[in-house]
Every structure is written in C-alpha cells, then in structure tokens.
T-cell receptor
C-alpha cells in the first residue's frame, strides 16, 4: 500500500525556474525522506526530515514538513536540465516500526527543458 | 567505496521458472533491503535483512524469498514466476537498520517474464 502520495504526477518547467512537489501521507511518522530516480535506475537519497523539524535545506533543495496536515513539500530552486528525474517521498511503515521498511509514494516526474 | 552492485542487470525468464537475484552492499553495510518497482504498483518493499536475519517483510506471496550471507551479500529468489513479476528489482543497503536510515540503492535488476 502507498503511504505517500505525490502531487503533481508530472511537472514540466524551464531551466532556471523553481519546481515544487508535494507529498501527503496517511499515518503518523517519525521522519520522511525524499529520493530521486533517473530514468528507471537506482534511487538516490536527497534529504531526510524528522517529525520535530519544519524545514530543512540542502543546496538547492528545501523540504518542509507539516505533521498536522500530514504533508511535505520539496522545492528545487533554479532547476537545471540535470534535475530531470522522478522524485519520491518515503516514510517508515509505522511510527513504531523496528528495522527498515520504506513506503514510497508514486512519485512526481520532473522534466526540465533548456 | 564501491556502490551497491546488483547482478544480473537484465534477465528474461519464462512463466513457471524461478530466478535468483544477487546484491552486494556497500562495504561495511549490514542491512540490505529489496524493493519491487512496477508502473502500476510503484515501489513496494519486499524484505529487509540485517546480520543474516530477516527484519521486515512486505506484503508479497511466499514465492518471494531472500537470504543474507555472513559477508552481508544478499540474494532474493522468486519461484514459479508469473507475468506480473516483471519489474525492476532494487536492492538498497545501509550501515544499520531502523527508522530514519538513509538507503543506498543499486542500479536494479530488470526482470522480464514471458
């Protein structure tokens, strides 16, 4: 079952523009992660935000988390063609889960044209 | 350090056959997780192994099994293949198990069942 649902499913922008992707989830979480996947290849970890954090930055990435709305957003500023990829949010299966078992959303496909 | 490696990268099998996929984690990583990615269901957690013990299992039939060796390398096996098993199978490793753990993904094995 999907825990996170990304919105929009697809996004097309020009280089230099900002891209915002949203993720909603269903159950309480302790943390949320964002991953990027280039064209059917392996995923790359981008950023992790904990439930007691509201905002986190990493280079051109900004992630926010609103636990009251059960949602998170990923903002990529000054997009480049190399940012073209699918972006997924992921949460742990349950708040008290032992071990690792990420639940991924369906992802947002970002296309950045030059 | 070398990244996560998966072999083979591509595989074509016939319905009813069985298949074994292999994953070598990053050196020093003791946790290995497996995910199935399909266009319809997205990314779904299969199972996680840590120190040769299965820690978590996703909602997949018993035809899907795995194991981990003392050197942390992992294999997953799918018996009696069905057409719906066609997917990209991704392996991920991390130094330890638990929540809020960044996963390092391999390039995946693309399995086609005919």
């Amino acid at each position: 079952s999907q825990q996170g649902e990304e919105d929009p499913q697809a996004l097309s922008i020009q280089e230099g523009e900002n891209a915002t992707m949203n993720c909603s989830y269903k159950t309480s979480i302790n943390n949320l992660q964002w991953y990027r996947q280039n064209s059917g290849r392996g995923l790359v970890h981008l950023i992790l935000i904990r439930s007691n954090e509201r905002e986190k930055h990493s280079g051109r990435l900004r992630v926010t988390l609103d636990t009251s709305k059960k949602s998170s957003s990923l903002l990529i500023t000054a997009s480049r063609a190399a940012d073209t990829a699918s972006y997924f949010c992921a949460t742990d299966g349950t708040a008290n889960q032992a071990g690792t078992a990420l639940i991924f959303g369906k992802g947002t496909t970002l296309s950045v044209s030059s | 350090k070398a990244g996560v490696t998966q072999t083979p990268r591509y595989l074509i099998k016939t319905r009813g056959q069985q298949v074994t996929l292999s994953c070598s984690p990053i050196s020093g990583h003791r946790s290995v997780s497996w995910y199935q990615q399909t266009p319809g269901q997205g990314l779904q957690f299969l199972f996680e192994y840590f120190s040769e013990t299965q820690r978590n299992k996703g909602n997949f039939p018993g035809r899907f099994s795995g194991r981990q060796f003392s050197n942390s390398r992992s294999e997953m096996n799918v018996s009696t293949l069905e057409l719906g098993d066609s997917a990209l199978y991704l392996c991920a490793s991390s130094p330890y198990t638990g929540q809020a753990v960044e996963q390092y993904f391999g390039p995946g094995t693309r399995l086609t069942v005919t």
